[in-house]
């Protein structure tokens, strides 16, 4: 994957240089914007933004770089800035504004270009971040499984799905589909993540799939607070007449009126004992029976792997 550069000033004379210093990445490319223009070259999603400070006009660098904090789509995306204000205390008010790197000229080269490809490395190792709920994604689910998996503690498996929730999507759209998605990954955190719990972890597998790895006891505690709090805030998703109704009416592909319950929420709980499991698959595919499990009773709910090691 080619990962772009923005580089933003208000007179192309850095860029040209950047191009030729790194002529020979074919895996990394510049485009260059005016402040003016910013917000639409940002809807692009560079995978990296220089800004030269020396070269802006119209705008001072903080404002910039609070334009680019302040879009979505482009809260993580890393800045670096250049500058030839050698103040300490000009560079500490750039960094304080979320700037990952402040370069101060005359730069060198070398470093310049280690810097540039160290940072878009780990931007190919956070590719496995969700960028809609910025938990880790399946990549780092399954390091984190396997680590504790070897480590030969007892742990448990939380897995989490939303229920009727592509009716809900086809009723009220994606975007809405998303801040449900998003509302019910702070729910977790908050439950999971609690001040006597800071060793356990949480990902998103992908859609409205998450799990959990907590190593304390008290799952069920935790679930048992996870679902009600679900169950009270989910109802700000729906319109007053769903609320009372208590379902939605969807047309299927014939035209015909459907019944689905209000979206709630499934939890799939696995137990692993040491020597219980040989690998991740094995958590996986029983993680999966008991979400089912839980899946099919009416409204949210939790069920729990307790199986013996044998």
Do not use: W
Request: glycine fraction near 4%.
């Amino acid at each position: 994957m080619v990962h772009e550069v923005l580089v933003v000033e208000d007179e192309e004379d850095i860029i040209i240089e950047l191009k030729e210093l790194f002529k020979s990445d074919k895996d990394i490319s510049f485009k260059c914007s005016n402040t003016d223009q910013i917000n639409d070259y940002l809807l692009d999603i560079p995978s990296l933004i220089l800004i030269n400070e020396d070269k802006i006009s119209k705008h001072k660098l903080i404002e910039i770089c609070q334009i680019i904090r302040n879009n979505e789509d482009n809260s993580i995306t890393p800045i670096i800035t250049m500058t030839s204000n050698t103040s300490i205390e000009h560079k500490r008010e750039i960094l304080k504004n979320e700037v990952e790197y402040c370069f101060t000229k005359p730069i060198d080269n070398c470093c310049f270009v280690y810097t540039i490809h160290n940072i878009l490395r780990l931007i190919d190792v956070n590719r496995g971040i969700s960028p809609l709920t910025k938990l880790p994604g399946n990549i780092p689910i399954q390091s984190e499984l396997k680590r504790r998996l070897l480590k030969g503690k007892d742990f448990s498996v939380l897995y989490f799905d939303l229920d009727n929730f592509k009716a809900y999507n086809d009723t009220y759209g994606f975007l809405s589909g998303d801040e449900i998605i998003k509302q019910t990954a702070k729910i977790i955190i908050k439950n999971v993540n609690s001040d006597e719990n800071i060793h356990n972890f949480i990902g998103h597998i992908g859609g409205d799939d998450f799990v959990a790895l907590v190593s304390n006891k008290n799952y069920e505690e935790i679930c048992q607070n996870i679902i009600l709090e679900f169950d009270q805030k989910i109802l700000d998703y729906f319109s007053e007449e769903d609320r009372d109704r208590g379902y939605l009416e969807v047309p299927n592909r014939k035209g015909i009126i459907e019944e689905f319950p209000l979206v709630s929420i499934s939890i799939g709980i696995v137990e692993v004992k040491k020597g219980q499991f040989h690998n991740v698959l094995e958590i996986g595919e029983i993680g999966a029976q008991i979400k089912h499990l839980a899946k099919v009773t009416p409204g949210s709910a939790y069920a729990i792997n307790r199986r013996k090691v044998i």
